[in-house]
Protein backbone atom coordinates (compact mmCIF):
# COMPACT_ATOMS: atom_id res chain seq x y z
CA UNK A 1 0.00 0.00 0.00
CA UNK A 2 1.60 3.39 -1.05
CA UNK A 3 2.33 5.96 1.47
CA UNK A 4 3.23 9.46 1.93
CA UNK A 5 6.96 9.84 3.30
CA UNK A 6 8.38 13.01 4.66
CA UNK A 7 12.19 12.81 4.44
CA UNK A 8 14.06 15.88 6.07
CA UNK A 9 17.89 16.58 4.77
CA UNK A 10 17.64 14.60 1.65
CA UNK A 11 19.32 16.74 -1.03
CA UNK A 12 22.31 13.73 -0.53
CA UNK A 13 23.51 11.40 1.93
CA UNK A 14 21.34 8.43 3.56
CA UNK A 15 18.48 10.89 3.16
CA UNK A 16 18.84 11.47 -1.04
CA UNK A 17 18.97 6.65 -0.78
CA UNK A 18 16.12 6.86 1.28
CA UNK A 19 14.17 9.16 -1.33
CA UNK A 20 15.22 7.05 -4.09
CA UNK A 21 14.68 3.84 -2.20
CA UNK A 22 10.51 4.95 -1.20
CA UNK A 23 9.98 6.28 -4.47
CA UNK A 24 11.04 2.91 -6.33
CA UNK A 25 8.58 1.06 -4.35
CA UNK A 26 5.42 3.35 -5.16
CA UNK A 27 5.60 5.85 -2.38
CA UNK A 28 4.65 9.79 -2.66
CA UNK A 29 7.90 11.07 -0.73
CA UNK A 30 8.08 14.90 -0.26
CA UNK A 31 11.93 16.06 0.75
CA UNK A 32 12.87 19.05 2.23
CA UNK A 33 17.00 20.71 2.51
CA UNK A 34 18.19 24.12 2.30
CA UNK A 35 19.07 24.07 -1.64
CA UNK A 36 17.20 22.82 -4.48
CA UNK A 37 17.16 19.10 -5.31
CA UNK A 38 18.09 17.87 -8.61
CA UNK A 39 15.67 15.27 -8.15
CA UNK A 40 12.21 14.53 -10.97
CA UNK A 41 9.80 12.33 -10.26
CA UNK A 42 5.84 12.46 -10.41
CA UNK A 43 5.59 11.31 -6.76
CA UNK A 44 8.37 13.61 -5.61
CA UNK A 45 7.93 17.17 -3.90
CA UNK A 46 10.82 18.82 -3.06
CA UNK A 47 10.73 21.88 -0.85
CA UNK A 48 13.53 23.96 0.62
CA UNK A 49 13.15 24.94 4.16
CA UNK A 50 15.67 25.23 6.95
CA UNK A 51 14.78 22.40 9.38
CA UNK A 52 15.14 24.34 12.51
CA UNK A 53 13.16 27.20 11.20
CA UNK A 54 9.79 26.85 12.95
CA UNK A 55 7.52 28.75 10.59
CA UNK A 56 9.60 26.84 7.87
CA UNK A 57 8.54 23.56 8.90
CA UNK A 58 4.71 24.71 9.12
CA UNK A 59 5.29 25.38 5.11
CA UNK A 60 6.44 22.15 4.25
CA UNK A 61 3.89 19.85 6.76
CA UNK A 62 0.80 22.62 4.82
CA UNK A 63 2.58 22.13 1.11
CA UNK A 64 2.74 18.27 1.94
CA UNK A 65 -0.78 18.18 3.25
CA UNK A 66 -2.16 20.16 0.00
CA UNK A 67 -0.52 18.19 -2.39
CA UNK A 68 -0.22 14.04 -0.94
CA UNK A 69 -3.18 15.05 1.58
CA UNK A 70 -1.80 13.36 4.32
CA UNK A 71 1.66 12.21 5.68
CA UNK A 72 1.89 8.48 6.92
CA UNK A 73 5.45 8.26 7.79
CA UNK A 74 7.83 11.21 9.09
CA UNK A 75 11.62 10.41 8.87
CA UNK A 76 13.57 13.10 10.52
CA UNK A 77 17.24 12.39 8.92
CA UNK A 78 18.42 16.09 9.16
CA UNK A 79 21.46 16.38 10.84
CA UNK A 80 25.27 17.68 11.05
CA UNK A 81 27.40 16.21 13.24
CA UNK A 82 30.22 18.04 15.26
CA UNK A 83 34.00 17.27 16.25
CA UNK A 84 35.56 18.89 19.15
CA UNK A 85 36.53 18.64 22.58
CA UNK A 86 33.99 20.10 25.18
CA UNK A 87 36.87 22.85 26.21
CA UNK A 88 37.54 23.96 22.44
CA UNK A 89 33.46 23.87 21.21
CA UNK A 90 32.49 27.68 21.01
CA UNK A 91 28.55 28.21 21.69
CA UNK A 92 28.36 29.00 18.28
CA UNK A 93 29.13 25.30 17.69
CA UNK A 94 26.25 24.21 20.33
CA UNK A 95 23.68 26.40 19.10
CA UNK A 96 23.73 25.36 15.45
CA UNK A 97 24.08 21.57 16.07
CA UNK A 98 21.52 21.73 18.73
CA UNK A 99 18.80 24.22 16.31
CA UNK A 100 19.50 21.52 13.51
CA UNK A 101 19.30 17.92 15.47
CA UNK A 102 17.39 18.11 18.59
CA UNK A 103 14.96 21.38 17.28
CA UNK A 104 14.57 20.19 13.36
CA UNK A 105 13.34 16.95 14.87
CA UNK A 106 11.02 18.38 17.47
CA UNK A 107 9.71 20.79 15.19
CA UNK A 108 8.50 18.69 12.27
CA UNK A 109 7.66 15.47 14.88
CA UNK A 110 4.85 18.11 16.25
CA UNK A 111 3.55 19.14 13.25
CA UNK A 112 3.18 16.55 11.43
CA UNK A 113 1.57 14.58 14.42
CA UNK A 114 -1.00 16.96 14.08
CA UNK A 115 -1.86 15.83 11.11
CA UNK A 116 -1.45 12.30 11.81
CA UNK A 117 -4.04 12.81 14.72
CA UNK A 118 -6.61 13.75 12.47
CA UNK A 119 -6.31 10.36 10.39
CA UNK A 120 -5.55 8.32 14.37
CA UNK A 121 -2.17 6.65 12.77
CA UNK A 122 1.53 7.66 11.81
CA UNK A 123 4.85 6.26 11.85
CA UNK A 124 7.72 8.79 13.40
CA UNK A 125 11.55 7.52 12.87
CA UNK A 126 14.29 9.75 14.95
CA UNK A 127 17.76 9.27 14.30
CA UNK A 128 20.12 9.28 17.02
CA UNK A 129 23.72 7.53 16.66
CA UNK A 130 25.80 5.08 18.67
CA UNK A 131 27.94 8.18 19.44
CA UNK A 132 25.10 8.37 22.14
CA UNK A 133 25.95 4.80 24.41
CA UNK A 134 29.68 4.71 23.61
CA UNK A 135 30.09 8.27 25.20
CA UNK A 136 32.65 8.80 22.35
CA UNK A 137 34.86 11.86 22.81
CA UNK A 138 35.29 14.54 20.47
CA UNK A 139 31.44 14.35 19.91
CA UNK A 140 29.86 15.70 23.33
CA UNK A 141 28.14 18.58 21.21
CA UNK A 142 26.72 15.96 18.37
CA UNK A 143 25.68 13.23 21.18
CA UNK A 144 24.19 15.63 23.60
CA UNK A 145 21.91 16.67 20.55
CA UNK A 146 21.04 12.79 19.92
CA UNK A 147 20.84 11.88 23.46
CA UNK A 148 18.02 14.59 23.43
CA UNK A 149 16.42 13.23 20.51
CA UNK A 150 15.91 9.56 22.29
CA UNK A 151 14.90 10.92 24.80
CA UNK A 152 12.31 13.10 22.56
CA UNK A 153 11.42 9.76 20.69
CA UNK A 154 10.54 8.04 24.25
CA UNK A 155 8.45 10.70 25.89
CA UNK A 156 6.60 11.43 22.45
CA UNK A 157 6.07 7.64 22.06
CA UNK A 158 4.28 7.81 25.31
CA UNK A 159 2.21 10.79 24.57
CA UNK A 160 1.18 9.94 20.75
CA UNK A 161 0.35 6.47 21.06
CA UNK A 162 -3.19 6.97 22.09
CA UNK A 163 -3.88 8.40 18.98
CA UNK A 164 -2.10 5.61 16.95
CA UNK A 165 1.43 7.34 16.04
CA UNK A 166 4.14 5.11 16.99
CA UNK A 167 7.56 6.40 17.53
CA UNK A 168 11.07 4.80 17.48
CA UNK A 169 14.80 5.93 16.81
CA UNK A 170 17.52 4.49 14.56
CA UNK A 171 21.11 4.66 15.74
CA UNK A 172 23.58 3.95 13.15
CA UNK A 173 26.95 3.62 13.12
CA UNK A 174 29.29 5.34 11.00
CA UNK A 175 28.06 5.12 7.11
CA UNK A 176 30.50 6.30 4.35
CA UNK A 177 28.61 9.82 3.71
CA UNK A 178 30.11 13.13 4.17
CA UNK A 179 28.98 13.58 8.00
CA UNK A 180 31.80 11.12 9.16
CA UNK A 181 34.59 13.06 6.77
CA UNK A 182 35.61 14.89 9.30
CA UNK A 183 35.73 12.21 11.68
CA UNK A 184 40.09 11.29 11.83
CA UNK A 185 40.36 7.65 10.31
CA UNK A 186 42.11 6.39 13.89
CA UNK A 187 38.41 7.83 15.67
CA UNK A 188 36.75 5.72 13.21
CA UNK A 189 38.96 1.99 13.79
CA UNK A 190 38.49 2.57 17.62
CA UNK A 191 34.85 2.78 16.96
CA UNK A 192 34.79 -0.37 14.61
CA UNK A 193 36.22 -1.98 17.50
CA UNK A 194 33.85 -1.16 20.05
CA UNK A 195 31.40 -2.48 17.57
CA UNK A 196 30.52 -6.60 17.65
CA UNK A 197 30.43 -6.51 14.09
CA UNK A 198 33.42 -4.51 12.62
CA UNK A 199 32.49 -2.69 9.87
CA UNK A 200 31.11 0.58 8.65
CA UNK A 201 27.37 0.82 8.25
CA UNK A 202 25.75 0.35 4.94
CA UNK A 203 22.97 2.37 3.61
CA UNK A 204 20.77 -1.19 3.40
CA UNK A 205 21.34 -1.06 6.80
CA UNK A 206 19.31 2.03 7.60
CA UNK A 207 16.54 1.15 4.78
CA UNK A 208 16.05 -2.27 6.90
CA UNK A 209 15.93 -1.25 10.01
CA UNK A 210 13.56 2.43 8.55
CA UNK A 211 11.42 -0.86 6.75
CA UNK A 212 11.11 -2.50 10.03
CA UNK A 213 9.47 0.33 11.81
CA UNK A 214 7.34 1.94 9.40
CA UNK A 215 6.31 -1.50 8.12
CA UNK A 216 2.07 -2.75 9.27
CA UNK A 217 3.53 -5.63 11.28
CA UNK A 218 5.14 -3.09 13.45
CA UNK A 219 2.12 -1.73 15.03
CA UNK A 220 2.91 -2.67 17.98
CA UNK A 221 6.52 -1.77 18.67
CA UNK A 222 6.75 2.17 20.18
CA UNK A 223 9.50 4.21 21.87
CA UNK A 224 12.26 2.05 20.74
CA UNK A 225 15.83 2.16 19.37
CA UNK A 226 17.79 0.40 17.29
CA UNK A 227 21.30 0.72 17.07
CA UNK A 228 23.72 -0.67 14.00
CA UNK A 229 26.33 -2.75 14.56
CA UNK A 230 26.03 -4.30 17.90
CA UNK A 231 27.12 -2.55 20.88
Given at each position: MSKSIL???????????????YLSKGHN???CSR?????THPNYLHIKADVSDEKMVRKVVSEAKKRFKTIDVLINNAGMASLNHSLLTPGSTVKKVFETNFYGSFFFSRECAKLMMKNKKGKIVNFSTVAVPLNLDGEMVYASSKAAIEKMTKIMAKELAPYNILVNAIGPTPINTDLI?????????????DQLIHRLGELKDVENV???FI?????FITGQIIYLGGL
Open positions: ITGNRKGIGLHLTNYVIGNDSSLKVVPKDKIEKLLEIDFDEKSD
